[in-house]
Structures are given as structure tokens and as C-alpha cells.
């Protein structure tokens, strides 16, 4: 199978396929990221912002092209594609508008004569490593603050994202990003390793799995590169109490099988109370029952979208027969479909047992597992129980309460009476083996900056 490719994960159809870079032309895009850069830097950051706001300008003109590329290449839905590519802009425009401000020369107290100012500068050409489940929000929150801050960018997307990868390239260049300045590339990981060690590249940023995580991190720390790792997740979403346990049980199970279940800081463990388990997961058990596969370009009530790949769907399907062996119920959905195609049922899995190697594993698709709990000190230590601590939610009638307990959560992100609050303004990130740093936001400017003291003495 060719190693970059289009491939809609519905009927296993290749509809593209793409040549993986020489290592000549690896050399030929660091040597022209390097030269933009010097170039790129030098440009105010006010002419910086500007290229970068047309680019959030032209991702709302080609919004449906955008949507429907995505939806070929990893199966979404029309209506969720075209909701990513609109957050996409959002964080693109977001940081054209707000970057200059957030870069700005600050000055710090001195305790000797003189005046303390911290510049944030850029650094140089920066490697992105960016997976398939959201091809232009992961892109967008690495690519436009670091852009503004006058650093280039080197990505390597997945390998099923191959066309929308190559029209964020021309986005950008139409846009004005100098030629070099954001450049795709069809790398191996060979080549992938080879960047890193190059002293142009002077950072990396990769969100994807915790092993890719362990093997990126690995090389930078090598090679003495900051890097920024958005690891895997298994968050949990703790339901303490509720005058209307269906309404909590849907807005769990949509968020569930949002993007197919494949998302990053997805509520994949529903930790609930005991007195209202039964109907939680009754309610859910009814959501999931009578849905049919759908096709993601024209997707009707009560149908499904594929998977990205069919070996995702058959990994997913591993693991709740794994799960299932090991002693948990799966309650209703939870089938493959036969191939080609990479449908899997939506599903409902209890009793995972706690000492089962289930219930350490992050499942990357719909599959909603439920947890019973008696207490908060319980609910709580159910939640901290994983080597994960991407983000988390807790819902209760009392805020206090659910205050309390979400204070507790060993976590990058913590929600009270939502499940994942999401939007430019607010960081991104996680603690444990979900990795490191934060993207969006204020502080995601700053991953990739050179804060230099300036001090002029008195």
C-alpha cells in the first residue's frame, strides 16, 4: 500500500496516492525553511499577523472544499468537517489578531540599577509531526502562533491526509507565507529522525500516540530540541448527580462518538454514582441501538460514519473483544463491519474490571465504558486510576461540589458541568504519559519562543 495516499475509509477505495520524499528533497526543504526564516523574522509582527489573517480568510472562502477533502481522506462527517475547519480558522484568526499583543516586550522588577525588559523572539524552522483525526485544527493551533512569532514550519501529516496537507500549503503561500515558510512534506521516519538532528530544525511538536510520543521525545531530548508532546488521553467524565440523567447520558454519548470517537480528550471513561447508573447507562444502551453505517458525505439520522482506516476499526474491535474476555458486558453495538470498509458499531461496555489490561488501554473510537462508583473520594480515585491526564469533567447539580472534585483530577483541563471546553483562547494540553506543553491560547505563543533578557544598566 502506497505510503501516503488518499483513501476513503468507507469503501477502502484509493482514490490518490503520493510519492514519499528523496532525501534530496528533504535537504532542499530545510535548507529553504532556514532561508525564509531569516528572511520571515525580519518582517514586523504586525506584517506577520496580516499574512496570517489571510489565511484565516481564505479557510472561510474554500470552507466546503476544505470540509469535503477531510471527509474523503478519515471519514468525518460533512457537518463535523465543516465544524473543524471552521475552528481551525478561529485559532488562525484568533492568533492574526491577538499574537502582536500576546509577543510584546514586557518589563520585570530589578533588584539592581537598570531595566529589565523579556523579548520573545522566534527561534528558527520548527518540525511538526500532526495525525489524522482533526487534519486542519492540529495544524492550525501549531501553525499560526508560531507563524505570527516569526518561526517556519516543516509538517508531516499523516499519512491519509495527504491532499488536505497539500492545500494547507497552498493556502498558506497563496496567503502570502513566504516560499519555504510552511512547507509539506511526505517524510519517512527515517527522514523524520534526520530533521530533527539537523541544527536548522530548533523544535519539535507532535500530537499523536503515546508510543510516536516516547520516540519523538527521545530523539529531541537527543539532539537538545524543545519539543511539545499532545499525547493519548483516557479522560474521565465523572456524573455525581443530575435532575435529568437522559439529558447528561446524550450530551455524553454525542461527545463520545464525536469524529467516530476519535478524538484526542474524548470522554472515554463515564465514572458515574450509583443511584443513577442504572438509568445512565439504560439511556445510553437506547442511543446506541438501531443505528446503521451511513455514508460521511451525505450522513442521515441514525447512521454512523466509518472509522479512518479499517485497521482502526479492527484495533477498536480488539479491544472491546480483549475487554470482553477479560469480564466486562458489552452492552449493545460493537460490530465490524466486513471489509473493506471501516465501520464499527457504537457501543456500550460495563464492568470493565480494574485490575484487566483493558482498563489501562485508551480505545481510540465509539465506544462508551461505564464505570459505577459509591462516593466522590471513589469517583475521584477511579478518575486519577490511568497513566494518562489529558483533561476531565465533572457534573453535578452542585457546582461547589463538582468544583471540588474536578480540583482533584491529575489533568491538563479541567471542566465543571461541560465536557471539554474548547476554543482559541483556551490551552491545550495534558500531564503524564499525555504528554507535555500547551498549544492555543496566550501561552501556546510561547512553546517556541527565545524569552531573551534585554538589560540596559543605569
Known amino acids: 500500500m502506497a505510503k501516503y495516499r488518499v483513501q476513503n475509509p468507507a469503501t477502502g477505495e484509493i482514490v490518490e496516492t503520493f510519492e514519499v520524499a528523496t532525501d534530496a528533497q528533504i535537504g532542499e526543504t530545510l535548507a529553504a525553511a532556514d532561508a525564509a526564516y531569516r528572511e520571515w ?28 477533502l477531510i471527509a474523503v481522506e478519515m471519514g468525518k462527517s460533512m457537518a463535523e468537517s465543516l465544524d473543524e475547519v471552521e475552528f481551525a480558522r478561529s485559532i488562525i484568526e484568533y492568533y492574526a489578531v491577538h499574537g502582536p499583543s500576546l509577543i510584546t516586550d514586557h518589563e520585570i522588577p530589578s533588584t539592581i540599577p537598570g531595566k529589565a525588559i523579556i523579548e520573545q523572539l522566534p527561534v528558527g524552522a520548527l518540525l511538526g509531526v500532526m495525525p489524522w483525526n482533526f487534519p486542519y485544527y492540529q495544524v492550525a493551533r501549531f501553525a499560526a502562533p508560531n507563524l505570527v512569532l516569526g518561526n517556519t514550519i516543516i509538517l508531516k501529516h499523516a499519512d491519509i491526509c495527504a491532499r488536505s ?58 539532539h537538545l530540541k524543545k519539543c511539545v508532546l499532545e499525547l493519548g488521553g483516557n479522560d474521565a467524565m465523572v456524573v455525581l448527580d443530575s435532575d435529568d440523567v437522559a439529558s447528561v447520558a446524550q450530551a455524553a454519548w454525542d461527545f463520545r462518538v464525536y469524529n467516530g470517537g476519535q478524538v484526542c480528550n474524548s470522554n472515554k471513561r463515564l465514572i458515574v454514582m450509583d443511584d443513577i447508573y442504572d438509568e445512565f447507562v439504560a439511556e445510553l444502551r437506547r ?82 465504558t461505564v464505570y459505577r462508583v459509591h462516593s466522590d473520594d471513589e469517583a475521584v480515585d477511579v478518575a486519577n486510576d490511568s497513566p494518562f491526564g489529558l483533561g476531565g469533567s465533572v457534573f453535578s447539580t ?61
Do not use: C, W
Not at 489565511?55 to 474554500?62: S, W
Not at 442521515?300 to 479491544?319: C, D, F, I, K, M
Open 398 to 458: 452542585d457546582e461547589a461540589r463538582a468544583a471540588r472534585v474536578a480540583s482533584r483530577l491529575d489533568v491538563g483541563m479541567t471542566h465543571v458541568n461541560t465536557i471539554a471546553a474548547e476554543a482559541a483562547e483556551l490551552p491545550f494540553g495534558g500531564v503524564k504519559r499525555s504528554g507535555f506543553g500547551r498549544e492555543m491560547g496566550p501561552v501556546g505563543i510561547g512553546e517556541f519562543a527565545n524569552r531573551r533578557l534585554r538589560f540596559v544598566a543605569k
Open 41 to 68: 523574522r525580519e518582517r514586523s509582527v504586525q506584517e506577520r499577523a496580516a499574512v496570517v489573517k489571510r489565511v484565516a480568510e481564505l479557510f472561510e472562502e474554500r470552507k466546503d472544499e476544505l470540509a469535503r
Open 165 to 222: 496537507a497539500l492545500t494547507i500549503q497552498a493556502i498558506m503561500e497563496e496567503a502570502g507565507v513566504p516560499v519555504g515558510g510552511y512547507q509539506n512534506v511526505f517524510a519517512s521516519h527515517e527522514q523524520i529522525a534526520t530533521m530533527i538532528a539537523d541544527p536548522r530544525v530548533q523544535g519539535v511538536s507532535l500530537t499523536g500516540s503515546e508510543r510516536a510520543g516516547g520516540i519523538i521525545g527521545e530523539q529531541a531530548g537527543r
Open 287 to 368: 442511543l446506541a441501538t438501531g443505528l446503521e453505517p451511513g455514508d460521511q458525505l451525505n450522513l442521515g439520522e441514525g447512521q454512523y460514519v466509518p472509522l479512518s482506516s479499517r485497521a482502526a476499526a479492527e484495533t477498536v474491535n480488539a479491544q472491546v473483544q480483549k475487554a470482553v474476555a477479560e469480564g466486562a458486558t458489552l452492552e449493545v453495538g460493537g460490530v465490524l463491519s466486513e471489509g473493506p470498509g471501516a465501520y464499527f458499531s457504537p457501543a456500550v461496555l460495563t464492568g470493565v474490571p480494574r485490575d484487566s489490561e483493558s482498563y489501562r488501554e485508551e480505545m481510540f473510537g465509539p465506544v462508551a
